[in-house]
């Protein structure tokens, strides 16, 4: 139970970081400054998450071996 609890409120997290985006991509369209900004921050954003994902993976009851 305590395992679909987590992957539910990693999916939520998910999907706010990605309505982030999306919100600041709508909001910087218009801006080369912002575009670059948002570009870099997207970046990071995109990497801090791989980083989290690959300390995370191997924790994972699914991926574990018998």
């Keep these: 139970m305590e395992k679909v609890m ?3 409120a990693t999916e939520q997290a998910v999907d706010r970081i990605r309505a982030a985006l999306a919100r600041l ?3 910087v369209s218009h801006n ?3 575009q670059e900004r948002h570009a ?3 970046g990071t954003v ?3 998450l791989g980083e989290i ?3 995370l993976a ?3 009851p ?3 071996k018998p």
């Design 6 to 8: 987590n992957e539910a």
């Design 25 to 27: 991509e709508r909001a």
């Design 32 to 34: 080369r400054d912002l």
């Design 40 to 42: 870099r921050l997207r």
């Design 46 to 48: 995109e990497e801090t």
């Design 53 to 55: 994902d690959a300390l």
């Design 58 to 60: 191997p924790r994972l």
């Design 62 to 64: 699914s991926e574990r």
